[in-house]
């Protein structure tokens, strides 16, 4: 993808609990061009992704990217505020736990 159209962060939440291995949950939240903030839909998709990991142990939360938009140092300073709205909005929500940030390239999407 070229230019600054509607794009994606993934993240990814896997979480476990004491003796137990919790189901991991992932989601993607779309942006409008050029915007970092979070519209209605991807607040409700984060809230729901974040009740799902309530009362875990502990939470690894993984953000990621799309490589181009890393890669270029225009477009990195969005994809950090992107990244923090997102990560805001589920710490708004009670997740609490390690934050690893990486392109879309390493992450494993299930359809």
Same mark, same amino acid.
């Given at each position: 993808?070229?230019?600054?159209?509607?794009?994606?962060? %993934?993240?990814?939440?896997?979480?476990?609990?004491?003796?137990?291995?919790?189901?991991?949950?992932?989601?993607?939240?779309?942006?409008?061009?050029?915007?970092?903030?979070?519209?209605? %839909?991807?607040?409700?998709?984060?809230?729901? @992704?974040?009740? !799902?990991?309530?009362?875990? @142990?502990?939470?690894?939360?993984?953000?990621?990217?799309?490589?181009? !938009?890393? @890669?270029?140092?225009? !477009?990195?300073?969005?994809?950090? %505020?992107?990244?923090?709205?997102?990560?805001?909005?589920?710490?708004?929500?009670?997740?609490?736990?390690?934050?690893?940030?990486?392109?879309?390239?390493?992450?494993?999407?299930?359809?």
């Amino acid at each position: 993808m070229g230019g600054d159209g509607a794009r994606y962060t %993934e993240a990814s939440v896997r979480e476990s609990k004491l003796g137990e291995t919790c189901t991991p949950v992932a989601f993607r939240i779309y942006f409008a061009p050029g915007s970092a903030r979070l519209n209605d %839909e991807a607040r409700d998709t984060i809230d729901t @992704a974040t009740r !799902q990991v309530t009362g875990c @142990a502990t939470v690894e939360m993984n953000l990621a990217a799309d490589p181009d !938009q890393i @890669a270029d140092a225009s !477009q990195r300073r969005r994809v950090s %505020e992107r990244s923090v709205a997102i990560l805001s909005e589920m710490r708004r929500h009670g997740a609490e736990g390690d934050v690893y940030v990486r392109d879309i390239s390493h992450t494993v999407i299930a359809a």
